[in-house]
Nanobody
Framework: QVQLVESGGGLVQAGDSLRLSCAGS????????MGWFRQAPGKEREFVAA?????????NYVDSVKGRFTISRDNAKNTVYLQMNSLKPEDTAVYYC????????????????WGQGTQVTVSS
């Protein structure tokens, strides 16, 4: 089992940057693909980015964040990151990290473990 805790959210202005972190527990963290999802008020949770397990760097992104967001992981620290640059008001949401055994996938159903979320608010 993997427990996940997100951090790094906050209130920023359009054009600013934030880096979200997701710390995982357990010795099996590196064996999971890790994903970031987000949920805005009144909307469904949507895929943002994912990175493959192990030491690989293969990643995929939703089109709306390509070129602005970067997902990475540090297995020695059991942590996955989401570097968010050039933030836009439409990026405002609660951001969740998740762990799963399938890559690549954008499906919520393929992720087994979830964090509690961290709020990101981007003002115009």
């Amino acid at each position: 089992q993997v427990q996940l805790v997100e951090s790094g959210g906050g209130l920023v202005q359009a054009g600013d940057s934030l880096r979200l972190s997701c710390a995982g527990s357990g010795r099996t963290f590196s064996t999971y693909a890790m994903g970031w999802f987000r949920q805005a008020p009144g909307k469904e949770r949507e895929f943002v980015a994912a990175i493959i397990w192990g030491s690989g760097s293969s990643a995929n992104y939703v089109d709306s964040v390509k070129g602005r967001f970067t997902i990475s992981r540090d297995n020695a620290k059991n942590t996955v990151y989401l570097q968010m640059n050039s933030l836009k008001p439409e990026d405002t949401a609660v951001y969740y990290c998740a762990a799963g055994r399938t890559f690549p996938t954008t499906s919520i159903l393929q992720y087994n473990y979830w964090g509690q979320g961290t709020q990101v608010t981007v003002s115009s």
